[in-house]
C-alpha cells in the first residue's frame, strides 16, 4: 500500500515537471526493497516545511544526500555539504549547521567547546556503519590483497616502499606483486575516516601510535593529502602505484581494489555487510552513545569498520534554530533510522543492529525545542 | 590609473572646480552634495570596520605567537593547535615567483608582438583573445588545471624532477597537485594583466624615438632594445607587481591545484603546499569551533591583504611613473634642443648605479646583427603563440567535454546532491545482491538561477552606489583632501584579495547569524558587492571626467541646479561607458567562488528565498571538481562551459555599449 502511494507521488512528480526528475525513478524501486522491513512504515507519512543546512562527513555523506533526495517531494530542502567530519563538529558547535555528521565521536574537550558556543548540550546519534577500506591502484593486483595493521602502518610511515616488498609478499603467496614504487595518499582536512583507519594503524603499530599518532588529522611522514573522501578517491584513480584509504562506497563507485585486513583474531576479512555488522554487533554503547566499533573482536569481523554519528544540540532551539527546523531534523533522522537504514544498505554501509538503532531513537526523541519536547507531525 | 597626471591634463578640472565652490540657486543642491558626500564616507566607514572586525579576531594568535614568530614558524598543524604561517608565506611566495617567471616574459613578449611585430590586422584579434583569457573565472582554471593538465604533465614533471635532481628544489616524488603546476596556473591567470599594461605603456613609447633608432641603422630587435624596452620599463615592472598582485590573492583555483599540505614547507617545487590564501578556502569551515585555528585563519587573512596592499603600491608607483615619462621626455627633449641650440655638449646618456660597468656588443657583423634579429622575432612570435596555446587548449576543452555534458536536462533539473551509480554495490552485499541502486545526478538549473540571484543583487545595490561615489569624486571631490582621501580608500579596497572579503563577511554576517540563519544568497551577494564596489568607481571615474564641461557650463549658464545638471546632462552623456565599467563588473563577479562558498554555503536544491542557502554556478564547479566520480566532472565542465558563455556575454555587451559612447 505505502509502495504505491510513493509511486504515485513519483509518478505525479514526473508528469507535473515535466522531465525525468531527478529522484523519482529511483523511488520506486528502493522502497519495493524498503517495504520488505517490518520498520519501515511509520515514518513515511512525516511531512517536512523548510530546510536543513547540514555538513560535515565524507564518510557518511552519500547516505545523507540519498535520504535528502527521497524526502524532497515532502517538502524538505536539504543540503549536505561534504566538508570532513571536523568542519561537521565545528559547524554544529558554532551553529552555522542545523546538525553535523562525524565519523568518531566528539571528544570531551570538543563537547566543552560545543557547551561554551552556539549548541549547548550536544547529543550523538549513531546512524549506521561503514568500512574504511584500504583501497589501491596496482595494476594487476585483484581486491583483496592481504594486508595486517603493522604492515599497513609500515607503508604509512614510508618505511614500506614498493609492493614487493618481503612484508607484503610473505603474507600474499601466489600474488604476483609488481617492483613498483607505493604512493600513499591521505586525507589533508580533518576526517572521522581518518581517525579510524589509524585507529587501526595505531593498535597494531607503536611506532605509528607514538609518532604521527591517532586522531582527525596528524602530520604525516609521507605521501600526497587530498580533501575528503572524493579527493583521496580521485587521487588513488590519477596515480598508479598508490595507496590510500577511502569509505567502501566511494572504492565501489570508483572500482577501486581494496585490502582484506587482518583482525584481532589474525583472519584476512574483506569488508562486505557480514563483517562490518559483526564489527557492529559487539559494539558496548554507553549512555551517550559515544562508541567506536575499530577493531573489534571476532572471527569474521572487519577490523576498520567505523559507526557515523550525527551531532546535534539537544535544545535545537536554544541553539537557534527555528522550531520548523527542529521538527524537520527531527523527522529527516527518524526517516534514516527507519526506512533510511535500507537504503543504507544499498549503497554499501551497515544498518545498526537493532539494539542500537532502540538507542539512537531514544536519543532522537528526546532532542528538545525551548525545553519542551518536539511536537510530532505525524 | 593616477590621479594626478591625468586630473592635470583634463580641461574640465578647472572649471568644475570653480563650480564645486560656487553657490547656486537651488535649496536641493546642498542636500545632494552632502547625500553624495556620505556615501563616499561610507567607504571610509566600511574600511574601518573592516580592518577593525579582523584585526579584533586575529588579535588571538598575534598575541600568543607576535607577529614574528607567527610569519616565521612552518608549522601549521590545526590538530595540535600550532600555527605558524611560514610554510603559508613559504607556499605564496614560491608560487608567485613561479608564476612571475613564466608568465612575465610571455606577456611581455605577447605585448611587443602585438605594439611592434604583428600585422596591423592581426593586433587587435590578439589583443581580444588576450583579454578573453582574462575573462574565465579562476575556478574554471583550477577546472581545467586539475582534470586536464595535471595528469597529463606529471611524466614530465617527474622526468625534470628525476633528471635535474641536483638543482635545489627539483627532485624527488611528484605529487599530481603541487607547487609547480600551480604556479604554472598563476602564470596563465597573470598574462592578460602584465600584457595589457605592457601594451599600454609600450604604445606611448614616441613614434620619433623608434624612427630615430631605425635611422640609425638599428634593426627591428636593435630598436625595440634600445628604445621601447627602456622607454617601457617601469611601466612592465608596475605591470608586473599588479600580476603579483593577482598571484598572492589568487583562492579557488589554487586551492584546488596546490593539495592543502600544512605541515612545513615541501622539499621540492612538485610537492604539496598551501598558499596564504588557499588554506583560508579548505580550512575555514573546520575552524570555527577552535578559536586559535580561526583567529589564525584571520591572522593569515591578514597578512594577505597587508603583503597584497603593499605589491599594489608599488605597481601603482611604477605605472604612474611610466605614465608621467611621456611629459618628462617632452621637457628633457625640449630643454637638449634649447641647449643643442645654444651649442651645448649633450650630456652622456646613462647614468645610476650599475652605469660602470662596460657592455660590449657581442654581435657586430650585419650579417651577425640580422641574424640576432631574425632569432628575437622568432622567439617573441614563439611566445606570443605559447601565450595563446592554453587558451585553445582551455576553449576546445571547454567546448568538447562541457558541450558533452549539456543537454536540455541539464539545465532544467538541479543537482541532486548524489554522486553517481554505486555500481557494485553487490560485492559489498554479497549473497542478497539488488538491483544497484542508482542515482541521478541531476543538472544545475538552481547553479544558474542562484547565480542569476545572487549577482543581480550584488548588482542592483552597488552599481548605483558606485555611479554616485564616481560622481562625488568627480563633480564635488576634486582637488579636496577628502576626494583624494577616498580615491585611495578605493585603490585600497581594489587591491583586497576576494577571499578576505569573503573571510570578512563570514565572521561578520554568517557565523554571527545575521537574519536568522547562517549561510544565506543575500551574504554572498554582500561580499560580491565589496569586490565590484571599487570596480564600478574606477571604471565610472574616467567616463565622468569625458564629460565635456561646456555642457555643463552651457546648462549652468542657463540656471540649471547643479543637482540637475548631474542628473539631465553629465549621467545621460556617460551612460554607455557606465554600462560598460558596471557590466565588466558584474562579470568579474559572476565568476568569482572563494567568496561564495564562504557565504552562500553549499545548496544544491532551487531555493528562491535569498536569506538561506542559494546554489551557484562557481560554487557547483568547485563541489564537483573536488568529487572523484567522473559524472560529476562531466557535470562540472559543462557549469563551467555555462560559467564562460554567461560571462562573455556580458563582456559582449559592455564591448556593445561602449561603442555607442559618444565620448573619447
Known amino acids: 500500500m505505502r509502495t504505491r502511494t510513493f509511486a504515485a507521488f513519483g509518478a505525479s512528480a514526473v508528469l507535473a515537471?515535466?522531465?525525468?526528475?531527478?529522484?523519482?525513478?529511483?523511488?520506486?524501486d528502493s522502497t519495493t526493497t524498503a517495504a520488505s522491513g517490518s520498520t519501515a512504515a511509520e515514518s513515511s507519512t512525516a511531512s517536512f516545511s523548510g530546510s536543513i543546512t547540514a555538513g560535515g562527513s565524507t564518510f557518511a555523506k552519500p547516505v545523507y544526500d540519498t535520504w535528502g533526495s527521497k524526502l524532497k517531494d515532502k517538502g524538505l530542502t536539504f543540503n549536505f555539504a561534504g566538508t570532513g567530519s571536523g568542519a561537521g563538529i565545528a559547524g554544529v558547535t558554532d551553529g552555522t549547521l542545523d546538525f553535523g555528521g562525524t565519523d568518531s565521536a566528539m571528544d570531551d574537550e570538543e563537547l566543552a567547546a560545543a557547551k561554551k558556543g552556539k549548541a549547548g548540550d550536544v547529543v550523538h546519534v549513531p546512524t549506521f556503519f561503514g568500512a574504511v577500506t584500504a583501497a589501491y591502484n596496482l595494476k594487476g593486483v585483484e581486491t583483496g590483497l592481504k594486508l595486517d595493521g603493522e604492515t599497513l602502518a609500515n607503508i604509512f610511515l614510508g618505511k614500506v616502499k614498493t609492493w614487493n616488498d618481503p612484508s607484503i609478499a610473505s603474507q600474499n603467496e601466489g600474488v604476483e606483486l609488481p617492483d613498483e614504487k607505493i604512493t600513499v595518499v591521505h586525507r589533508s582536512d580533518e576526517s572521522g575516516t581518518t581517525k579510524a583507519f589509524l585507529s587501526y594503524l595505531g593498535a597494531y603499530s607503536k611506532e605509528w601510535e607514538e609518532g604521527p599518532g591517532v586522531d582527525k588529522s596528524v602530520k604525516w611522514p609521507t605521501g600526497t593529502g587530498a580533501k575528503g573522501n572524493d579527493g583521496v578517491a580521485a587521487q588513488i584513480k590519477q596515480?598508479?602505484?598508490?595507496?590510500?584509504?577511502?569509505?567502501?562506497?566511494?572504492?565501489?563507485?570508483n572500482d577501486f581494489t581494496y585490502a582484506s585486513l587482518k583482525n584481532k583474531e589474525g583472519n584476512y576479512v574483506e569488508p562486505t555487510l557480514e563483517s562490518v555488522s559483526a564489527a557492529g554487533d559487539s559494539a558496548e554503547v554507553p549512555e551517550d552513545l559515544r562508541f567506536s566499533i575499530g577493531d573489534a573482536p571476532g572471527a569474521q569481523t572487519y577490523p576498520d569498520a567505523s559507526a557515523t554519528f550525527i551531532v546535534v544540540p539537544k535544545d535545537l532551539c536554544k541553539a537557534g534554530k527555528s522550531e520548523t527546523v527542529a521538527k524537520d531534523v527531527k523527522n529527516f533522522l527518524m526517516y534514516g533510522l527507519t526506512t533510511g537504514q535500507?537504503?543504507?544498505?544499498?549503497?554499501?554501509?551497515?544498518?545498526?543492529?537493532e539494539s542500537i538503532l532502540a538507542k539512537s531513537k531514544a536519543a532522537v526523541e528526546a532532542l528538545e525545542c525551548n525545553g519542551s519536547p518536539i511536537a510530532a507531525t505525524r | 590609473m593616477a590621479t594626478s597626471p591625468a586630473a592635470a591634463a583634463d580641461p574640465g578640472a578647472r572649471l568644475r572646480d570653480h563650480l564645486a565652490r560656487t553657490k547656486t540657486g537651488s535649496w536641493l543642491d546642498p542636500w545632494v552634495k552632502g547625500g553624495l558626500t556620505a556615501l563616499a564616507g561610507l567607504i571610509f566607514v566600511l574600511l574601518v570596520y573592516f580592518l577593525f572586525k579582523l584585526g579584533l579576531e586575529a588579535e588571538p594568535v598575534f598575541s600568543a605567537y607576535g607577529l614574528w614568530d607567527f610569519v616565521a614558524k612552518v608549522d601549521w598543524l590545526p590538530s595540535q593547535d600550532t600555527y605558524g604561517a611560514g610554510a603559508l608565506v613559504a607556499g605564496t611566495a614560491i608560487t608567485s615567483a613561479i608564476a612571475l617567471i613564466i608568465g612575465v616574459p610571455i606577456a611581455v613578449a605577447t605585448a611587443l608582438f602585438v605594439t611592434e611585430l604583428a600585422p596591423a590586422r592581426f593586433r587587435g584579434l590578439i589583443?581580444?583573445?588576450?583579454?578573453l583569457l582574462a575573462a574565465v573565472p579562476s575556478v574554471v582554471y583550477g577546472l581545467w588545471g586539475f582534470l586536464f593538465l595535471a595528469p597529463r604533465i606529471k611524466g614530465a614533471e617527474q622526468w625534470v624532477a628525476d633528471t635535474f635532481s641536483f638543482i635545489p628544489f627539483i627532485g624527488g616524488d611528484v605529487s599530481a597537485a603541487n607547487y609547480f603546476i600551480t604556479g604554472l596556473i598563476l602564470a596563465i591567470m597573470i598574462i592578460p594583466i602584465v600584457s595589457a599594461i605592457s601594451r599600454e605603456v609600450m604604445a606611448t613609447?614616441?613614434?620619433d624615438q623608434k624612427e630615430a633608432a631605425l635611422a640609425l641603422g638599428a634593426t627591428r630587435w636593435e630598436m625595440i632594445r634600445t628604445a621601447v624596452l627602456p622607454y617601457s620599463r617601469a611601466g612592465i615592472v608596475g605591470g608586473s607587481m599588479l600580476g603579483l598582485g593577482r598571484a598572492l590573492g589568487e583562492t579557488i583555483a589554487v586551492a584546488i591545484l596546490i593539495g592543502g599540505a600544512t605541515a612545513g614547507v615541501g622539499d621540492s617545487i612538485f610537492s604539496q603546499g598551501s598558499t596564504l590564501a588557499s588554506v583560508i578556502a579548505l580550512e575555514f569551515q573546520e575552524a570555527t569551533a577552535s578559536p586559535e585555528h580561526r583567529a589564525a585563519l584571520i591572522g593569515a587573512g591578514l597578512l594577505l591583504f597587508a603583503v597584497t596592499l603593499f605589491i599594489n603600491a608599488i605597481a601603482r608607483a611604477y605605472i604612474s611613473r611610466s605614465e608621467s615619462r611621456l611629459e618628462r621626455a617632452q621637457r628633457d627633449a625640449a630643454r637638449a634642443s634649447e641647449a643643442a641650440g645654444r651649442g651645448d655638449l649633450p650630456k652622456t646618456g646613462r647614468r645610476g648605479v650599475f652605469s660602470w660597468i662596460p657592455r660590449p656588443e657581442l654581435v657586430t657583423s650585419l650579417k651577425g646583427r640580422k641574424r640576432v634579429d631574425k632569432f628575437a622575432r622568432g622567439s617573441v612570435g614563439a611566445l606570443t603563440a605559447l601565450a595563446l596555446l592554453p587558451l585553445a587548449l582551455l576553449l576546445a576543452f571547454l567546448i568538447i567535454r562541457g558541450g558533452g555534458a549539456i543537454s536540455w536536462s541539464f539545465f532544467t533539473t538541479d543537482p541532486t546532491g548524489a554522486a553517481g551509480a554505486v555500481s557494485n554495490a553487490s560485492r559489498f552485499l554479497g549473497e542478497e545482491a539488488a538491483p544497484a541502486a542508482t542515482n541521478d545526478l541531476g543538472g544545475i538549473r538552481s547553479a544558474i538561477l542562484g547565480t542569476l540571484e545572487v549577482v543581480g543583487l550584488a548588482a542592483a545595490v552597488v552599481v548605483p552606489i558606485g555611479i554616485a561615489v564616481a560622481v562625488y569624486l568627480v563633480e564635488y571631490g576634486q582637488g579636496t583632501w577628502f576626494g583624494s582621501f577616498v580615491r585611495y580608500l578605493v585603490d585600497v579596497m581594489t587591491g583586497v584579495p576576494s577571499v578576505v572579503f569573503g573571510l570578512f563577511v563570514y565572521i561578520s554576517l554568517v557565523v554571527s547569524q545575521v537574519g536568522g540563519v547562517p549561510f544565506a544568497g543575500w551574504k554572498a551577494s554582500v561580499a560580491l558587492g565589496l569586490l565590484m564596489l571599487p570596480i564600478v568607481i574606477n571604471s565610472s571615474l574616467p567616463v565622468l571626467r569625458l564629460v565635456p564641461a561646456s555642457l555643463r557650463e552651457a546648462a549652468l549658464a542657463l540656471g540649471v541646479p547643479r543637482w540637475k545638471v548631474i542628473l539631465r546632462i553629465v549621467l545621460p552623456t556617460a551612460l554607455p561607458g557606465l554600462v560598460t565599467g558596471a557590466l565588466l563588473a558584474i562579470a568579474r563577479a559572476a565568476g568569482e567562488t572563494a567568496p561564495i562558498i564562504f557565504t552562500a554555503g553549499v545548496a544544491t536544491a532551487l531555493a528562491g528565498d535569498p536569506n538561506g542557502?542559494?546554489?551557484?554556478?562557481?560554487?557547483?564547479?568547485?563541489?564537483?571538481?573536488?568529487?572523484?566520480?567522473?559524472?560529476?566532472?562531466?557535470?562540472a565542465w559543462g557549469a563551467a562551459l555555462t560559467l564562460v558563455v554567461l560571462i562573455l556575454l556580458l563582456s559582449l555587451v559592455a564591448r556593445l555599449a561602449q561603442r555607442r559612447s559618444r565620448l573619447s
Request: glycine letters at 8%.
Open chain 1, 17 to 28: 515537471m515535466g522531465v525525468a526528475a531527478c529522484g523519482s525513478d529511483d523511488n520506486t
Open chain 1, 239 to 253: 596515480t598508479a602505484g598508490s595507496i590510500g584509504y577511502v569509505e567502501q562506497a566511494y572504492a565501489l563507485q
Open chain 1, 342 to 353: 535500507e537504503e543504507a544498505k544499498q549503497l554499501a554501509y551497515a544498518p545498526l543492529p
Open chain 2, 127 to 131: 589583443s581580444g583573445t588576450l583579454e
Open chain 2, 205 to 207: 613609447v614616441p613614434a
Open chain 2, 613 to 635: 542557502p542559494l546554489n551557484t554556478l562557481p560554487a557547483q564547479i568547485y563541489a564537483d571538481v573536488t568529487a572523484s566520480s567522473s559524472a560529476q566532472h562531466d557535470r
